[in-house]
C-alpha cells in the first residue's frame, strides 16, 4: 500500500497532457463485446480501473492484449454471460457489461454492484429501461439475471433521471434491438457521445447523443471497430486547479475545453486567468482566489466529479460561498478530511458551507474515493507543511502517473510505501 507525501507552497508551472477518459474508456471496453472479432481502442489510460475491466473480458472469454495505452480485444470466444461477484465488487462499473452481455449473447449475470463511499449508486433505471427493450430480470443472491426470451426490441423509453450508466446500457442493447429506440431524457456527457461514436464506427444507428433524446435503429450485427478515447476533462479539470492552487502558468492539453465549460465559467470567477486552446488550457491565477457558489449537475452542468476538487479551492479562497451536490447523495465525506487541515466547512444536507481560510496546514488524511482523493492532494499543494494522503490506491484507478505529472509542474511529491512511514 503506497502513500503520497506533498510538501506544500511550490509555485506550480509548466505543462501536462491528460490521458484517455476513465468513464469513456471502460465502457467502449465493455462495448468491444457486441461484435465478434477484435476491436482495437487507443489513448487508454494505464490506470487499475482498466486492468480490472480487462479481467472481467477475460473471464467472459475475451483476449485482451495492451501495448502502451492501446488495447486490442479479440471477442471471438465469449462464451460466458457472466461478471462474477469478486469482479463487480471491486469495480461497480462492471455493470456496464450488463447491456453487451444481452445484445451478443441474449442473457447476462452481473453481480449487483455494490455502493460506495459517495452514495448507493442504484441501478433501478438500467433495469427498468431493460425491461421496456424486452428484457426480463430476476434478482436474487446478489445477482442480477437477465434473459430475454422474446429477443431484444426497441422502444420508446424515459429515464428519471439522466443516468449516465443507464443511458450507456441502453445504448449498447438498444444498438442490437429489432426496431427502434428512442431514449428521452439521456445523460449528454462527452463521454456517452464517445460510446456512440465507437458504436456507430462498428455499424450501429445511433443519433442525438449528447441531446437529451437519442435514437438508435437497431441492426442485426455489429463488427469490429478502432476508436481513439476522447480526452479525460475530469483530469484535465483537476490538474487546471492544481494549477490555480499553485498559481501557474500551467497548460493542460489533450482534452477538448468545451468538454469542461461549466468548469472553466466557475474557475474566470474565482479570479483565473485562462486561455483556451484548441486541445487545453492555460490557467494561472495572479491574486487570492474568490469564493463562488456551485452547484453540480448532469452535463452541461458543473459535474459532480469536479465538486471535490473545486471545494479545496474554494477552502482557502476569499469569502464565503456554499458547493451544492446535487447528484449524488454523500458526497461530503472528504470534507471533514479537508476541516482536519484546518478549513472551515460546515456541511448541511447536500450543501458544504465554506468560509475561506488563509491557509491550510498540512497533515495526514485519507482518501474516501477517487475524486476526494484526488483532492486531498490538490489541498496538500497549497498547505503549510507536509501532508500525507493514504489509502491511494483509490487514486490510482483513475489518474495515471499523479505523482510524476504534478512533480513535473514544480510540486514537491513523492510516493511512499506505508510500511516505511513514521509518520510525517
Ligand atoms: C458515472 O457514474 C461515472 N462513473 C461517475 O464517475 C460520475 O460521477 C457519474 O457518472 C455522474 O456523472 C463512470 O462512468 C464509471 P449515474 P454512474 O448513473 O453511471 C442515481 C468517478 O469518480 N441512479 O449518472 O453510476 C445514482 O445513485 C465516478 O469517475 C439511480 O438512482 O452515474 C446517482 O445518485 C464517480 N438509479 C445518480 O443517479 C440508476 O439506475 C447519478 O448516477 C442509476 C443511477
Do not use: W
Amino acid at each position: 500500500m503506497h502513500s503520497i507525501v506533498v510538501r506544500g507552497g511550490r509555485r506550480l508551472s509548466g505543462s501536462v497532457t491528460v490521458e484517455g477518459a476513465k468513464n469513456s474508456a471502460l465502457k467502449l471496453m465493455a462495448a468491444a463485446l457486441m461484435a465478434r472479432g477484435t476491436s482495437r481502442i487507443s489513448n487508454v489510460p494505464d490506470i487499475t480501473d482498466v486492468d480490472i475491466m480487462s479481467e472481467v473480458l477475460v473471464g467472459l472469454g475475451a483476449r485482451v492484449e495492451r501495448s502502451d495505452h492501446s488495447l486490442g480485444i479479440d471477442t471471438g470466444d465469449v462464451t460466458s454471460f457472466e461478471a462474477p461477484y469478486e469482479m463487480v465488487a471491486r469495480m461497480r462499473a462492471s455493470i456496464s457489461v450488463l447491456g453487451p452481455l444481452i445484445a451478443r449473447l441474449g442473457e447476462a449475470r452481473v453481480a449487483m454492484p455494490g455502493g460506495c463511499n459517495i452514495g448507493s449508486r442504484k441501478i433501478d433505471m438500467h433495469i427498468r429501461g431493460l425491461e421496456a427493450l424486452g428484457v426480463e430480470v430476476e434478482i436474487g443472491h446478489g445477482y442480477i439475471h437477465a434473459t430475454t426470451p422474446g429477443g431484444l426490441i426497441g422502444a420508446d423509453v424515459t429515464l428519471d433521471f439522466p443516468s449516465v450508466g443507464a443511458t450507456e446500457n441502453l445504448l449498447m442493447a438498444s444498438a442490437l434491438a429489432k426496431g427502434r429506440t428512442v431514449i428521452e431524457n439521456a445523460a449528454r456527457e462527452p463521454e456517452i457521445q464517445d460510446l456512440a461514436d465507437f458504436l456507430n464506427a462498428m455499424g450501429a444507428r445511433i443519433s442525438g447523443a449528447g441531446t437529451p433524446v437519442i435514437e438508435v435503429e437497431g441492426v442485426e450485427a455489429l463488427h469490429p471497430a478502432e476508436h481513439r478515447v476522447v480526452g479525460d476533462r475530469i483530469e484535465a479539470g483537476t490538474y487546471l486547479i492544481a494549477g490555480a492552487i499553485g498559481g501557474g502558468p500551467v497548460t493542460v492539453s489533450g482534452f477538448n475545453p468545451t468538454h469542461l465549460d461549466m468548469v472553466l465559467t466557475k474557475l474566470e470567477r474565482v479570479g483565473c486567468d485562462l486561455e483556451r486552446h484548441p486541445d487545453g488550457v492555460t490557467i494561472a491565477l495572479h491574486r487570492r482566489a474568490s469564493c463562488v457558489d456551485v452547484q453540480t449537475l448532469p452535463y452541461p452542468g458543473f459535474p459532480t466529479d469536479m465538486q471535490p476538487q473545486f471545494m479545496t479551492l474554494m477552502a482557502t479562497a476569499d469569502g464565503s460561498c456554499v458547493v451544492t451536490e446535487n447528484v449524488f447523495e454523500n458526497r461530503f465525506m472528504f470534507a471533514d478530511e479537508l476541516v482536519r487541515m484546518g478549513a472551515d466547512i460546515r456541511i448541511e444536507g447536500h450543501h458544504a458551507l465554506i468560509k475561506g481560510v488563509t491557509e491550510l496546514s498540512g497533515a495526514p488524511v485519507r482518501s474516501p474515493d477517487l475524486r476526494a482523493g484526488a483532492a486531498l492532494v490538490l489541498a496538500g499543494l497549497g498547505a503549510d507543511g507536509e501532508t500525507l494522503v493514504g489509502d491511494t490506491h483509490h487514486i490510482e484507478r483513475g489518474y495515471e502517473r499523479i505523482v510524476e505529472k504534478l512533480a513535473s509542474l514544480g510540486a514537491d511529491i513523492r510516493r511512499v510505501e506505508d510500511a516505511t512511514l513514521k509518520g510525517v
